[in-house]
């Protein structure tokens, strides 16, 4: 989970580097700030019906995934 606070603090810094944009670089921190906190929500429901380690290994699957192709997606506005 540590990546994800890390993420959150230096996104404009990392997105400076390839976008020029501070308009689009400010939609995407609304919009991924709006998506974090609906997935606590979802969270919670899935977590009820499936049970705490297998959402919990999606979470850490998908920031794994993440972590790895992170400079792959920089370059591309649509998966920023």
């Given at each position: 989970m540590s990546?994800?606070?890390f993420i959150k603090v230096v996104f404009k810094n990392f997105g400076n580097l390839n976008f020029n944009d501070d308009a689009f670089l400010t939609q995407v921190a609304g919009t991924s700030f709006f998506c974090g906190a609906s997935a606590r929500f979802i969270w919670g429901t899935v977590q009820d019906f499936i049970g705490f380690k297998k959402v919990y290994g999606i979470i850490v699957f998908s920031l794994t995934i993440c972590a790895f192709t992170?400079?792959?997606i920089a370059y591309s506005r649509t998966l920023y």
């Open positions: 990546f994800c606070y992170i400079n792959e």
